[in-house]
Every structure is written in C-alpha cells, then in structure tokens.
C-alpha cells in the first residue's frame, strides 16, 4: 500500500470519528419544509392570511420558531452522521481496492487485514445508516413535550381573542344604541320630554362604552402579537384570526373519567420528571439509600394524588359549563323571541324608539352571554384534554 493511499485513508478515517460529536446551532431558524405526509392543499393554507382553530396544531409543529430550532439543531447533528457514512463507504471501497491490489501481488497477509478492515468500515457504515433512521424518532420525542405546550397556548390565546371579539362587538352595538339615545333623548329634551339627568345618563353610558371598546382592541391586539409569534408570523402580520367552532358538548358523554384519571398521571411532565429524577440525598454523603427513594415515590405519589385532585375539578368544571351554556341558550332564545316581537310592535307603531332601543340592547346582552358561554364550554373542554394528556397542574 502506497504512503499516499494510506494517508489519505487515514486522514477520512479520522474526520468520520471527529463527525461523531454532535454540534446544536444556535442560529435562528427562518423556514419551514412541508412534511412529508401532509398535503399541497393543507399546506397551501397553513401559509394564508387566516389563521383558523382547527390549524394552531399544524402552525405550531411546522412554524413555531422554537421547535424549528429544535428541529433544526438535530438535523445539523445527522448531517455529521452522514458524512460517517459516506466516509465508511468509501473507506470500504479503498479496502476493496487494496484488497485486489495485495492479492494480485501475492501479499496474502496484507490481503486479509484489507479484507477485515473492510468489513469493519462497511459495520461501521450500517451502524451509522441506522442512526440515522433514527432521526425522526429523536424529533418526535424532542419536540413532543414543546409542541403541546404551545398548542395548548395557542389555543388558550385564540380564546381569549375570541372572548374578546364578543365583548368587542356587544360595546360597538351599545355605542351605537347609546348614540342614539343620546340623539333621541335629546330632541324630545327640547320639546319637554325627557328630563337632563336622562340626556346625562344617556351620554355618560356611551361614554363609558367608548372607553371600554378602546381598551378592549388594546388588549385584543396585544393578544394577537403573541398569537402571530407563537405560531410563526412576525408580530404585525396582516393575518385574521378565525373563529372558534361551537362547542361540542357531545363530547362529554363518551368520557370514560375513571380511564382519564389513571392514564394522566403516566402522560403527566411534573409527574414524569419527578419520577425520573435523581432521589435527595438526605445525608448528603453523594450516596443514595432506600429511604431517599421511598422519600421520592412518596413524592410521586402526593403529586398523584394532586393531580387527581385537578382532574376531579376540571370534569366538574366542564359539567357546570354546559349547565352554564344550556342556561344561556335558553335565555339567548327567549331574548330574540321578545326582540323580534319588539320589533314587529316598533313597525306597527305600539313601541317607542326609547323602548326599542332597550329591548335591542337587552337582545345583543343575551347573544353575547350565549356566545360567551360557548367559549368557556370549549375552554373547560380544552383544560380537561390538555390534563389528560400531560399539562394538567397539581392541585395545591
């Protein structure tokens, strides 16, 4: 074997084992690939101007710059792995090449080290290929735990919006209505029909309606911003936010609560760290007896226990909301029973703009409670999913 051969041999061998270090970028992530089992369509409108309920999974697991970077350190990290590979094959082929070369000239000891070193390279070579396989496991599980998170905060956020958007739309109607009693109330002043103190009412109330819608779009835009960078955008992005479907409350009837409880503690990441970590050394001698792990399983029992706690509440939360919810339907239903006949009574000229007025005004209060309502049907639903699967907190 040729010195130049050799060294060059020897040199490719070397940066395979310097490839093996795994190195984790800290250098922000700007882009997203679409996955390979997802669909041009669902892609296509993952990037529109619209971001909807049923997308923030989605969004987060391709956008969110967190993950993305997450995603992006492990890839850089298998890229070391395939050069492994590259540099192993080719190392086999040299072998190979040796090998032929060596027999050619007779030199049968030289022969079989070339053989054998080409066996050990082509090991080699297979070990790294199922590393490699391996890497979308390692996103999976390094993800999985982030992914949820910010679902589950994005979700949390687009409700919030969302409650917002009720309150917004019932404040621009009471506006809109005060306005207009403020109008009213102030011609028939002029012709002694109303007193000052219900002009001044009267103002003093769309005043207030005013000033509450301001700092109502302040706090829904604040919202927004953390709702846009959550899932990837920049904070001032032209983007709408979708509405939240209405709640399905069927959904409560094929709970099994008595499954849900023993399976949240296995998926919970307190409970799980917990159980993972390292005892106390209480003696503080750097050794660990059985009494500093019976001390940490009486810890994961209590949290167990906490979390049972936690998981009875929220179940009864979710019941108290749909009792809520039916409470509001019916009480939204009758108001547009009445508006509707107020309406046709203001038409036919039994009912006074003022009374009209009133009754509209009562009529948007029981569609906002209604839809209120709803929204915190789907929240008490959400904390329960999100308890089961993980994220539930320990009761005090």
Request: with cysteine; hydrophobic share 40%; glycine share 8%.
């Amino acid at each position: 074997m040729g010195n130049r051969k050799r060294g060059a041999f020897s040199r490719r061998i070397t940066a395979g084992y310097l490839g093996l270090v795994l190195l984790f970028s800290a250098v922000p992530v700007w882009g997203a690939e679409k996955p390979g089992d997802m669909d041009e369509e669902t892609w296509i409108r993952l990037q529109d101007n619209v971001l909807e309920y049923g997308e923030l999974e989605n969004r987060v697991a391709n956008f969110n710059p967190t993950i993305l970077q997450i995603i992006k350190s492990i890839n850089e990290g298998y890229d070391s792995v395939q050069d492994n590979i590259i540099n192993y094959q080719e190392a086999a082929n040299d072998f190979q090449r040796l090998y032929e070369e060596a027999m050619d000239e007779g030199d049968i000891m030289s022969a079989y080290m070339y053989q054998l070193n080409r066996k050990i390279s082509l090991q080699m070579s297979s070990n790294f290929i199922r590393s490699e396989k391996k890497k979308n496991t390692t996103i999976e599980r390094s993800t999985r735990q982030y992914r949820k998170m910010f679902t589950s905060g994005c979700q949390q956020l687009m409700l919030a919006y969302n409650k917002m958007a009720v309150n917004k739309a019932t404040l621009e109607k009471q506006v809109e209505l005060y306005g207009a009693m403020v109008s009213m109330s102030g011609t028939q002043g002029a012709i002694g029909m109303n007193t000052q103190t219900d002009i001044l009412s009267a103002q003093a109330k769309m005043h207030q309606a005013q000033t509450s819608l301001v700092s109502l779009e302040d706090q829904m835009a604040s919202i927004k911003s953390n709702l846009l960078l959550m899932t990837g955008w920049d904070y001032d992005s032209d983007v709408t936010i979708g509405a939240i479907p209405p709640a399905d409350v069927s959904l409560l009837d094929t709970i099994d609560f008595e499954a849900d409880k023993a399976i949240a503690p296995k998926n919970n990441y307190t409970i799980i760290g917990m159980r993972n970590a390292a005892p106390k050394d209480a003696d503080g001698d750097g050794k660990y007896q059985n009494k500093d792990y019976t001390a940490r399983e009486r810890g994961v029992e209590q949290a167990t226990q906490q979390l049972s706690i936690t998981m009875d509440g929220l179940y009864l939360t979710m019941l108290e909301k749909k009792a809520s919810l039916q409470a509001a339907q019916t009480a939204y239903e009758a108001a547009t029973l009445k508006w509707e006949g107020a309406g046709r009574k203001y038409q036919l000229g039994m009912l006074g703009n003022a009374e009209y007025l009133g009754e509209e005004i009562a009529y948007c209060a029981a569609k906002a409670a209604y839809e209120s309502a709803d929204l915190d049907m789907t929240q008490a639903m959400l904390n329960y999913y999100w308890g089961v699967n993980g994220l539930g907190e320990l009761a005090e």
